[in-house]
Each structure stands twice: as C-alpha cells, then as structure tokens.
C-alpha cells in the first residue's frame, strides 16, 4: 500500500513510523558520536550523542538540528516548518539501484522501501508497487515514470524534442527508460545472438534466454531515476554496471539538435553526412560543419552533456555483437539507427561494431620538431592519436567489441567514421 502525510503538520504514530523508514536509507552510513569528517554542505548526520538528525548548512558551515532520532519529530517550530524543503525528493531502500525496476518486456514497478517527496509530502511504497503502463509501448521511445500524490505511478512517453509533462497535477517525474528494438519474446535464435564461440582467451558473449530478456522490449540497463542517472543527456543511453558509464544505443544523427545525440530512425552523421553545429558553438539551427572529425565530434558531446567515450568503456558497453563481422555492402555511410541482427550488445547498443568507427578519446599527442596544419583554430606541434572504436562496415572479420585503430590525426574525417557518445553516472542525492 502507498499513502503520504505532510510533514510540517503534527505527526502521529503512522508519520513517525513512516518518516523514520524514510530517514534510515539517509543515515544508515552517516551516524554516530562523532562528528562526520570531512564534512561538507548539506551533508547528512545521525548525531547519536545528542539524538537529534543534523543537515550540514551551506551558509554558515554549522550544523543545524532537524529532527528527533527517538520519534521522528521536528526539533522545534522552525525545523517542522523547513524540513519538508531539507529532505530529498527521492529516498531509496538502496541507494546503489534504481527504484523502478523492470518486471516484464512491457511492465515496471516502483521498489518496496521507495519514498517520493511531492510538496510537502512524502509518497511511501511500503511494497513493490506496479508502475501504469500505456496501451502501446513504441520500440525506440523514451518514457518517463511519474508518482502521483495518491500514491499511484504511471509511464508516459518522453522524446526529446517533446519531454513529458505531468500526467496529473503534483505528480513527479522520478526517472525514466528506454522501450529498445529487441522485441518482447525475442530468443537468442530469432534475435540473432550467438550462443557459441565464447573460449577463455575472448570470443562471443554467450547469450541465454534470461540475458536477451534484459533487453527485451524494455531495456533494463536504461532505467534510471533521479539519484541514478546520466550526469548528461539521458534519451536513448544505457547503463554499462561494470565500468560505471552511460553509453548512447544509437549513432549521433547530423541533426541531434532536435533529435539528440542517441535516437532509434535517425540518419547517421559522418563526413559525407555532415552535423549540425551546436548552437554553445556558434551555430544557428541550421549551418552544419564541414566534416566530423574529433574536433567536432567533442563540440558536440559537450553540448548534450556527454563526453567522447574510451577504449575499456567500449570493449564493454559493445561485448555481446558477434564478433569478428561487419555489415559490408556499399562504400557509404549506413542511412540509418536501426537494428542488426548480431550487432546488439549485451547492454541494448545497435550497431555497436562492423557499422562505422567510433571517434573515441582522450586525444593524445607526442613530442615533435615541427607545427602540423590542420585545426584551422591553431596548429599541432607533435604527432595527433585519437582512436576509433569497433570498425566499419568494409572491415571484415577485423571488427568486433576490441576493434581499434589508433593511427588518425585529430581532424581525419570520412564517410565510416561517426560518433556514439558516453556519459558519466552521477550516484547521490537530490
């Protein structure tokens, strides 16, 4: 069951049992007699001596007292009227997880142990708590999960050019995911995922039912929430758990402007299909560059908040591909986001490999005797590297998740060469 009260009124038993469940996922790990060190702004402690909750305050650097560790009740009238502004927006049973989760292809669910502040009140889900779905989910479509103040919590969807506003008046947009290309009841077999190949020394990601169904239809590794999420742009990106960094699912399109950096039905930018400049950068909405080289390529992740991404973060955001092929055909640039059999990693990227290179970072350079033109902003003394990741679609058996090429100036620039931005996590509080 869910329901909410208002702090800043008197409290019964019901809100000092509430808010205390609320307030232990704040200071499970910031209690006890001795003051935190370091301290910092708007830090949290469980002052176990004097038995009174503490907030760090920005303006004076002292701590100020909140709340009564025995009942959970203000400390005086001028605590009871700001601590509904004091507490964060979202309180998780665990901090280190989104609080919706993915229960079926198509269905979520608000976590057991999950308290959502809107207003001056705090939503409870005592019990994991069914997130209301629309009829028709549209594969390639980003949603948004909002909590009601009755308590309820619906999805509705979330593109970028049109971000989601409030289902009903209060409500609170808490996180949101990304409905993938893999659609629901997809197998290893009809998806096209290799089964085999996988040895001690590299090869296939093994796939089983239970991984293609992470991705399935809903993808799993998108969810976030308020607390955990991309420190940039989040339409479209998924969450790689083992390095800690949100990766884009799809290829930058030359108008990300309007579309962003990552979306499903989109032309793929490259030299020959030239970007929009951003307008941080000068441009007006229309005027594009002249090619996609690093230079551009780091003009455009910045202006989505994002970064270009590195040689561990691709190995393994792209691990799950079947390695070792590329698309082939024309020498051109793909026309679009789509799906591939056998090019989806294990964390829902298409396309991940054998499409086009992946401008990747950090550029690094090393000593030279002479200036190199290029930049048309200043010249390079030394010799430019910048990487590539995953290959293209001419390469062959040489493309796969630990394709690399680290041989190219900083302003190289072709038809195969695109761009697939990284972003990094951001775990705290709001």
């Given at each position: 069951m869910q329901h909410s009260y208002s702090i800043p009124n008197q409290a019964g038993a019901a809100f000092r049992a509430d808010l205390n469940n609320a307030l232990t996922a704040i200071v499970s790990n910031n209690s006890g007699a001795t003051e935190p060190n370091p301290s910092h702004a708007f830090q949290w402690w469980a002052d176990t001596t004097s038995g009174i909750l503490k907030q760090r305050n920005a303006t004076n650097n002292e701590w100020v007292e909140i709340l009564r560790l025995s009942d959970?009740?203000?400390?005086?009238?001028?605590a009871r009227a700001e601590v509904a502004f004091a507490l964060p927006a979202l309180v998780k049973?665990?901090?280190?997880?989104?609080?919706?989760?993915?229960?079926?292809?198509?269905?979520?669910?608000?976590?057991?142990?999950?308290?959502?502040?809107?207003g001056n009140a705090y939503v409870s889900f005592t019990v994991q708590t069914a997130v209301s779905m629309?009829?028709?989910?549209?594969?390639?479509?980003?949603?948004?999960?909002?909590v009601h103040p009755d308590g309820t919590a619906s999805a509705v969807a979330d593109p970028y050019f049109d971000p989601a506003e409030a289902p009903v008046p209060g409500a609170l947009k808490i996180g949101g995911f990304h409905y993938g290309l893999v659609a629901p009841g997809t197998t290893p077999a009809s998806g096209g995922f290799a089964t085999t190949g996988f040895t001690n020394s590299g090869g296939n990601y093994p796939w089983t039912q239970a991984r293609v169904d992470r991705i399935a239809g809903i993808n799993a590794f998108s969810i976030w929430d308020l607390t955990h999420r991309s420190k940039g742009e989040q339409h479209g990106f998924s969450f790689d758990p083992q390095q800690k960094v949100w990766i884009a699912i799809y290829f930058c399109s030359p108008d990300h402007i309007t579309n962003g950096i990552s979306r499903y039905n989109t032309p793929v930018t490259s030299k020959t299909v030239p970007p929009k400049i951003p307008p941080e950068y000068g441009g007006d909405g229309v005027i594009t560059y002249g090619r996609l080289t690093a230079y551009e390529?780091?003009?455009i992740v910045a202006s989505h908040g994002c970064r270009l991404i590195n040689q561990t973060e691709f190995?393994?955001?792209?691990?799950?591909?079947?390695?070792?092929?590329?698309?082939?055909?024309?020498?051109?640039?793909?026309?679009?986001?789509?799906r591939e059999p056998g090019y989806t990693s294990r964390i829902g990227l298409e396309q991940a490999t054998g499409h086009i290179w992946i401008?990747?970072?950090?550029?690094?350079?090393?000593?030279?005797?002479a200036l190199t033109a290029g930049?048309?902003?200043?010249?390079?003394?030394?010799?430019?590297g910048i990487p590539w990741f995953g290959g293209a679609r001419g390469e062959g058996t040489?493309?796969?998740?630990?394709?690399?090429?680290?041989n190219l100036s900083f302003w190289n620039s072709d038809w195969d060469v695109g761009l697939r931005a990284a972003c990094d996590h951001y775990q705290g509080a709001y």
């Open positions: 959970g009740l203000p400390v005086n009238a001028v049973a665990d901090p280190s997880q989104p609080c919706i989760v993915k229960t079926s292809a198509t269905t979520l669910a608000i976590k057991a142990g999950t308290h959502v502040k809107i629309p009829a028709v989910l549209t594969p390639g479509e980003d949603y948004a999960v909002f390529a780091l003009e190995a393994s955001a792209a691990f799950g591909v079947t390695e070792g092929q590329s698309l082939g055909g024309a020498a051109s640039t793909i026309p679009a986001t789509k401008i990747g970072g950090p550029l690094t350079s090393v000593g030279g005797s930049s048309n902003r200043g010249n390079v003394l030394g010799t430019s040489s493309s796969g998740s630990r394709a690399s090429a680290w």
